[in-house]
């Protein structure tokens, strides 16, 4: 029985590692545009803009 | 005579803006335009094999006149403007954000994310289309702020540049994002403690082990422990607030209720008498900020924090000693020269000095005829010049204008910055005091028969009560609700003024632009029948020009022909003059022809080869179902019409409101504010409808401020709602749903109480186990969040909200 403790452990530990991805996302301005990605990925460009990450 | 004309066959659109094309010699190969403007961006662009634009959507353009008076961006070059704007920099490069109204379609984002390609200068441009907002990464030694604006502008995408304060956006984001992570951590605790609390739910936790009960115990508390300090701590706040003003407002019980569950629940974990209720407190929390989160999702693009400064430009041009230079508006002294060009508005009170005024005062009145002032008279804040640049010395500073004056007054909202309705407040004083009542009673009961039974009694009340699904109960009707009014058309700018729209005892109109629409094509003309060469005559001199009476004369004659015409000349606030074959042809204002005659407003004459012909007259259209509306809120509101023109239309405006309304005629926005302000103080609830800035003192006073505009994105400051103009006739009907919504709530209240009813059956007995908690807590807020938004759906149909007939 002593392995359920290891893996609630691990699994809590993942779940974890879930929300702190959910987090970053959020603080990264993930959601703040929802609509104009879904616009812009369906333009046809030959030459597509490269970006630039900001420093 | 007429040989050298081009026929219009068939109404075609413009390439570019998709209006109606008037004059059929503006065209480039086979693409016509309605104007210069628009054809001269198509040209930019095919210049900078950016064509693929009109390729996305059809006629995706703004439309650009030529004649269109480009705003003056000289204030970009003010340091302590830039710094306002510029969000980073590091030399190199430059990052800044502007709000651009313009964008409106996928063929906007295409073109402005490609703007690297037109100019080296820039670097990269990122669009959001909710917000209509662009952030722009530019390298300032090729392309200053100045330069990037007036780019933006040729294409059609004037930037609407607003200084707000770096630090408030920053501070709103941030709290923004600090409901999303509360939202993801309670839920992410909620969730998995509710796994770990399965066991316990089946036979008081028969099948664990021994050694599982505490060791869940302890993970749950882990998990609460966040939950507890960081994701609940706005509801102790609040609570705080509340009894610091001796209100028990609803967070009261809700943070006694939390407060309990949490010590209640370590005190079993740690001393391993029972599983505890962290699952309950989870769950609650979680539901309330979901709440939250949905009544507090509002409209992106707009914002209600507008004021009269978004009227006004930013910077001005100051004459020292004969040379200009760009001056903020605020920094404009009593004394201080200023350069007003053609189409610029006038910041402060001011003097004229020199040039020839033409001055429309539209802006604060209503009154669109512009005004002709001598030289040394006195002009006002907000009226725009037409025609020739002029000089004005400032005699009041701009806070100390006229039209400021209006808005002097304290802002009603000020004081109630509450989220939550009164409503919910008087319940809640209500239930707070009931609740203890009972743990009172309960704990006294208890203490007498079986003292070792008495906390857990009083605990047990305090946590059942806490009133979850009573605090659900708002945000979800009233958020669901807000939503389905944008469906039909119109904006509140929260959640509290569905309650407020439901109470109106009386509605009052504002005539023009109102009720009337502005898009007026009811064109009568008084004189002589006209020949059909006369016709073509007036048409050929009107689509040259932009005027908006000079449109509509060529939208009535929409099936003329047009011919050459020489010598055009446009006099702004006169006329046109013109010639066709040797004839001279003028047309506009009575002093312009000479003609000795009453002043009219909106009348345009019309003189050819020397002969008078008569005029146009542009009609009042009255907006579509209004004779319905007013019918329909008669049976319940008072109704009362005022407006700052003469009363030339009163019998007009009798035949869609009856005798018995009140209407007076030729008021100023003061009178306005202060017939408003009467009206409240006899206890009467006012809804205000207006549309011009000489509304904005009466609707900021009134109960419900609703501005109503064609665009929703131009409404007036201190609003509280926007109204789509197409929508007005669906008032009466949106009145009758923000009714609804508020009797929607009090039977939810009632579905809420009998669960709590439930619930102290169990807990006044003492014998409330953490599985009844687990159970009816959930319960009671899903009922209540279905019930809250099926029923306002149902209302919604009831109310014709998805029928698009708008009468």
Same mark, same amino acid.
């Given at each position: 029985m002593s392995a359920l403790f290891v893996l609630i452990i691990i699994s809590l530990i993942v779940a974890g590692g879930f929300l702190a991805a959910f987090l970053w996302s959020v603080r990264n301005g993930q959601?703040?545009?929802?609509v104009t990605p879904s616009i812009r990925m369906l333009f046809d460009d030959n030459n597509s803009i490269t970006k630039e990450d900001k420093s | 005579m007429l040989s050298s004309e081009t026929k219009l066959s068939s109404k075609s659109s413009c390439?570019?803006?998709? !209006?109606?094309? @008037?004059?059929?010699?503006?065209?480039?190969d086979d693409k016509y335009f309605c104007c210069l403007g628009c054809k001269t961006v198509f040209e930019i662009l095919d210049d900078n094999n950016l064509a693929e634009y009109y390729n996305?959507? %059809?006629?995706p353009g703004n439309k650009q006149e030529v004649e269109h008076i480009f705003s003056d &961006?000289? &204030?970009? !070059?003010i340091e302590e403007v830039k710094n306002q704007l510029?969000?980073?920099? #590091?030399g190199a490069k430059t990052e800044i954000s502007f709000s651009i109204?313009?964008?409106?379609?996928s063929s906007c984002i295409w073109l402005l994310e490609r703007l690297p390609k037109m100019h080296e200068g820039v670097f990269r441009v990122e669009v959001n289309f909710l917000k209509k907002h662009v952030d722009i990464l530019i390298d300032e030694k090729k392309i200053s702020l100045r330069k990037l604006a007036e780019l933006l502008e040729s294409l059609g995408y004037r930037p609407n540049i607003l200084l707000e304060e770096k630090e408030k956006k920053k501070a709103d984001r941030n709290k923004d994002l600090s409901y999303i992570y509360k939202l993801g951590i309670s839920g992410f605790a909620f969730g998995n403690i509710m796994l770990l609390s399965l066991p316990e739910y089946f036979e008081e936790g028969?099948?664990?082990d021994e050694q599982f009960g505490p060791f869940f115990g302890y993970i749950n508390l882990i998990l609460g422990f966040p939950v507890f300090f960081y994701c609940s701590s706005q509801y102790f706040v609040s609570a705080w607030k509340g009894i610091k003003h001796k209100a028990l407002n609803i967070d009261v019980p809700i943070s006694l209720g939390i407060l309990v569950l949490f010590v209640r629940s370590v005190f079993e974990i740690v001393s391993q008498t029972g599983p505890g209720y962290i699952d309950s407190m989870t769950g609650l929390v979680f539901f309330l900020l979901v709440g939250r989160w949905f009544q507090n999702r509002?409209?992106?693009?707009? %914002?209600?924090?507008? #004021?009269?400064?978004?009227?006004?430009?930013l910077g001005v041009t100051k004459m020292i000693a004969g040379k200009t230079e760009n001056i903020l508006l605020k920094d404009v002294k009593e004394g201080d020269q200023l350069l007003i060009r053609n189409?610029?508005? @006038?910041p402060a009170d001011a003097q004229l000095i020199k040039g020839r005024a033409f001055i429309d005062y539209s802006f604060v009145t209503g009154e669109s005829e512009p005004i002709s002032p001598e030289k040394g008279s006195k002009l006002y804040a907000g009226g725009r010049q037409r025609g020739e640049q002029i000089i004005i010395e400032i005699i009041k500073e701009f806070s100390q204008s006229y039209l400021m004056q209006l808005w002097k007054?304290?802002?009603?909202?000020a004081k109630s910055?509450?989220?939550?309705s009164a409503m919910i407040n008087r319940v809640s004083q209500y239930f707070t005091s009931i609740v203890l009542l009972t743990a009172a009673l309960a704990g006294l009961y208890w203490s007498i028969v079986d003292a070792s039974k008495m906390m857990h009694a009083v605990s047990s009340v305090l946590i059942i009560a806490c009133p979850c699904a009573l605090a659900l109960c708002i945000p979800f009707t009233y958020g669901n609700g807000l939503k389905l009014l944008e469906k039909v058309g119109i904006y509140l700018k929260d959640a509290r003024f569905i309650e407020r729209m439901a109470h109106v005892s009386t509605v009052v109109f504002d005539k023009t632009g109102t009720i009337t %629409?502005?898009? %007026?094509?009811d064109l009568i003309f008084y004189g002589k029948e006209l020949s059909e060469e006369q016709k073509v005559c007036i048409k050929s001199m009107v689509i040259?020009?932009?005027?908006p009476l000079s449109r509509g004369i060529s939208e009535h004659f929409s099936n003329t022909s047009t011919v050459e015409i020489s010598d055009f000349e446009e006099l702004l606030g006169e006329g046109l003059n013109g010639k066709i074959n040797g004839i001279i042809i003028k047309m506009g204002s009575a002093d312009f022809l000479g003609i000795p005659t009453i002043k009219q407003t909106s009348v345009v004459h019309v003189n050819i080869g020397g002969q008078y012909l008569g005029y146009f007259k542009m009609g009042n259209i009255y907006r579509n179902g209004l004779k319905n509306l007013i019918t329909n809120l008669k049976k319940e509101n008072k109704i009362e019409v005022m407006t700052g023109?003469?009363?030339?239309?009163e019998i007009n405006l009798k035949e869609y409101f009856g005798d018995n309304v009140w209407m007076k005629f030729a008021m100023s926005p003061m009178d306005k504010r202060n017939h408003i302000e009467t009206l409240q103080r006899n206890k009467e609830k006012v809804l205000m409808l207006g549309d011009g800035l000489n509304d904005a003192g009466a609707i900021s006073e009134s109960y419900v401020g609703i501005s109503i505009s064609d #665009?929703?994105?131009g409404f007036l400051p201190s609003c509280d709602a926007i109204l789509e103009a197409d929508s007005l006739s669906r008032l009466g009907n949106i009145l009758k749903f923000t009714g609804a919504s508020v009797k929607l709530v009090k039977v939810n209240f009632t579905i809420s109480f009998a669960y709590n009813l439930v619930g102290m059956y169990f807990a006044v007995q003492g014998i409330l186990s953490p599985i009844i908690a687990a159970i009816l807590m959930p319960l009671s807020s899903i009922t209540v969040v279905s019930f809250a938004i099926l029923s306002t759906n149902i209302m919604a149909h009831k109310y014709n909200f998805y029928s698009f007939d708008n009468s």
């Open positions: 959601y703040d545009d929802e | 390439y570019h803006c998709g !209006d109606e094309c @008037l004059n059929k010699n503006i065209h480039k996305i959507e %059809s006629n &961006f000289g &204030f970009l !070059d510029i969000t980073f920099s #590091d109204p313009g964008i409106h379609c028969m099948y664990l509002t409209y992106q693009a707009l %914002s209600f924090e507008k #004021d009269y400064k978004n009227y006004f430009p189409g610029e508005l @006038l007054h304290e802002d009603k909202n910055d509450q989220q939550m %629409s502005q898009k %007026s094509k040259h020009s932009t005027h023109d003469t009363d030339a239309e #665009d929703i994105f």
